[in-house]
T-cell receptor, first 115, second 111 residues
Framework: EPEVTQTPSHQVTQMGQEVILRCVPI?????FYWYRQILGQKVEFLVS????????KSEIFDDQFSVERPDGSNFTLKIRSTKLEDSAMYFC?????????????FGPGTRLTVL | DAKTTQPTSMDCAEGRAANLPCNHS???????VYWYRQIHSQGPQYIIH???NNETNEMASLIITEDRKSSTLILPHATLRDTAVYYC????????????FGQGTRLTINP
């Protein structure tokens, strides 16, 4: 069964450093998403992406964040200058279509620890 | 998207049916009811969705009341692996892309 994959599974970085989280969505999916979950808190939407541009972003997704689909398979989330409060699980998701009753498939997540 | 209300936690014995309720009294006509679950710290997993008819798949059944103001997710024969946080999410059928997760119901299946 096709699945969303994410690398690395765990990333440790120093405050102020840049990190890139990588995702490989399911191959025939067209819509891509990033969510995050701070330990003990709710899963929060960050951004959605379609046709090589951002469709929607949350208030969390400020100028320190960016997304890119550099080739036909990868979807990346870059955090430019990490802060302690960026420590969280980051989940990538993809779906076939956005309209109607689509389901989103989530990856296993990347645990980001900012020291 | 309409707000949903779920119990914070529930317990169920292994092998029994787990019935998870969700209230969504402000649901509008074009909003679907979706259920996802999150096992430990894994990525959320889609379970089932419906608009107004009851639905069943290999994982679960979804019962939606006639007035659509509430629904129940049924896991017919719960196993220990069904221990997870279950999220009821109401979202429009087109236009909106994001999933808005609440706190969900923490379901514990006991041996």
């Amino acid at each position: 069964e096709p699945e969303v994959t994410q690398t690395p599974s765990h990333q440790v970085t120093q405050m102020g450093q840049e990190v890139i989280l990588r995702c490989v969505p399911i191959s025939n999916h067209l819509y891509f998403y990033w969510y995050r979950q701070i330990l003990g808190q709710k899963v929060e939407f960050l951004v959605s992406f379609y046709n090589n541009e951002i469709s929607e972003k949350s208030e969390i997704f400020d100028d320190q964040f960016s997304v890119e689909r550099p080739d036909g398979s990868n979807f990346t989330l870059k955090i430019r200058s990490t802060k302690l409060e960026d420590s969280a699980m980051y989940f990538c998701a993809s779906s076939e279509r956005v309209a109607g009753n689509n389901e989103q498939f989530f990856g296993p997540g990347t645990r980001l620890t900012v020291l | 998207d309409a707000k949903t209300t779920q119990p914070t936690s529930m317990d169920c014995a292994e092998g029994r049916a787990a019935n998870l309720p969700c209230n969504h009294s402000t649901i509008s006509g074009n909003e679907y009811v979706y259920w996802y679950r999150q096992i430990h710290s894994q990525g959320p997993q889609y379970i089932i969705h419906g608009l107004k008819n009851n639905e069943t798949n290999e994982m679960a059944s979804l019962i939606i009341t006639e007035d659509r103001k509430s629904s129940t997710l049924i896991l017919p024969h719960a196993t220990l692996r069904d221990t997870a946080v279950y999220y009821c999410i109401v979202r429009v059928s087109r236009g909106a892309q994001k999933l808005v997760f609440g706190q969900g119901t923490r379901l514990t299946i006991n041996p």
